[in-house]
């Protein structure tokens, strides 16, 4: 079963457009992180929510979850060939250590 | 740099061969993490350790064998796999209760 679904699974967009990238549950987490994960590496924190309704930018990247702690965004302004990835979210319970990974969006920025 | 280093970083091996990967955390964290990365699949948590003792097993087959001496190092031993083990295998950890995790690099794993 799988916890968490993002859209859209796979995104190709030009330098400089905006897009939105979703991360949707049907379960109430307690914390959601997102991820970038380059060919070859590990993923790599970008951020993590806690609070329903919150919002947190990192420069050209904004994060959003919902009020009700089942989903949040990630929307990108003035995409740029780095930002090229594969974007994942992840969500955890207050409850024990494991951490549930969403299926990823794979982002390619053309220049 | 993210604290967590993995060797090797790639591996190739028979289905015969025995071998271990390797991960330690520099973070001073207590809960430790395998997870497999297959192409076109989501991340699968393969193991958690959380202050040494295994936590969780994710009905991984025992031809995967985790091994954790203390808070900072984490082994993961492989004997007689299969092809579809190929894969991305990614380590990682956190502090026992905390929202995030920190993952290493990872290794590469082709079994021929």
């Known amino acids: 079963t799988q916890l968490l679904e993002q859209s859209p699974q796979f995104l190709s967009i030009q330098e400089g457009e905006n897009l939105t990238v979703y991360c949707n549950s049907s379960?109430?987490?307690?914390?959601l992180q997102w991820y970038r994960q380059e060919p070859g590496e590990g993923p790599v924190l970008l951020v993590t929510?806690?609070?329903?309704?919150e919002v947190k930018k990192l420069k050209r990247l904004t994060f959003q979850f919902g009020d009700a702690r089942k989903d949040s965004s990630l929307h990108i302004t003035a995409a740029q060939p780095g930002d090229t990835g594969l974007y994942l979210c992840?969500?955890?319970?207050?409850?024990?250590?494991?951490?549930?990974f969403g299926t990823g969006t794979s982002l390619t920025v053309i220049p | 740099e993210t604290g967590v280093t993995q060797t090797p970083r790639h591996l190739v091996m028979g289905m015969t061969n025995k071998k271990s990967l390797k991960c330690e955390q520099h973070?001073?964290?207590?809960?430790m993490y395998w997870y497999k990365q297959s192409a076109k699949k989501p991340l699968e948590l393969m193991f958690v350790?959380?202050?040494?003792?295994?936590?969780e097993n994710n009905s991984v087959p025992s031809r995967f064998s985790p091994e954790c001496p203390n808070s900072s190092h984490l082994f993961l031993h492989l004997h007689t796999l299969q092809p579809e083990d190929s894969a991305l295998y990614l380590c990682?950890?956190?502090?026992?209760?905390?929202?995030?995790?920190?993952f290493g690099p990872g290794t590469r794993l082709t079994v021929l």
């Open positions: 990682a950890s956190s502090q026992e209760g905390a929202d995030t995790q920190y």
């Open positions: 379960s109430v987490f307690s914390s």
């Open positions: 929510v806690v609070t329903g309704g």
């Open positions: 992840a969500g955890a319970f207050n409850t024990g250590n494991q951490f549930y």
């Open positions: 973070l001073g964290h207590n809960a």
């Open positions: 350790y959380n202050f040494k003792e295994q936590t």
